[in-house]
């Protein structure tokens, strides 16, 4: 039965949206997935997608195989004229035997550098949802 599947909270996981230099010589918005935790997590599944009132993007799915420890991994790039809309990355995955699930909005407004904190894992500045 459906209410018998039991999903825990998720902790040690982050979505960070960064500003970075790319080959041509100008910099690009990266999205990443990033795994805090002491432990690997599996079958990494991320859909995204931006909305508002008024306007839908197209849904986007991702998927990350493996994600080990205190590491993080870029899964997509993001244009600037998105950061008018609210962003919704929904993430399951597993650890061990166990899924999990979160879901990580980005408000309108708030992909800027007016927002930007250090990013650890991945030693640049950036704005994250945890």
């Known amino acids: 039965m459906k209410k018998d599947i039991q999903v825990p909270p998720v902790t040690g996981i ?16 990266n999205v990443y997935v990033i795994n805090n935790k002491e432990v690997a997590i ?16 197209s849904v986007f799915r991702r998927r990350v195989d493996f994600l080990a420890p205190k590491t993080a991994e870029k899964f997509e ?27 990580f909005i980005f408000e309108a407004t708030t992909i800027q550098e007016g927002f930007f904190r250090n990013i650890d894992v991945l030693n640049i500045q950036g704005v994250s949802c945890k």
């Open 77 to 103: 790039m993001m244009q600037p004229e998105l950061f008018d809309l609210d962003n919704r990355f929904q993430v399951s995955f597993f650890e061990g035997n166990q899924i999990h699930e979160k879901t």
């Open 14 to 29: 982050e979505i960070a949206i960064v500003l970075e230099p790319n080959a041509e010589g100008t910099k690009d918005w």
């Open 42 to 57: 599996e079958m990494i599944v991320i859909v995204s997608q931006g909305f508002s009132e008024t306007k839908k993007t």
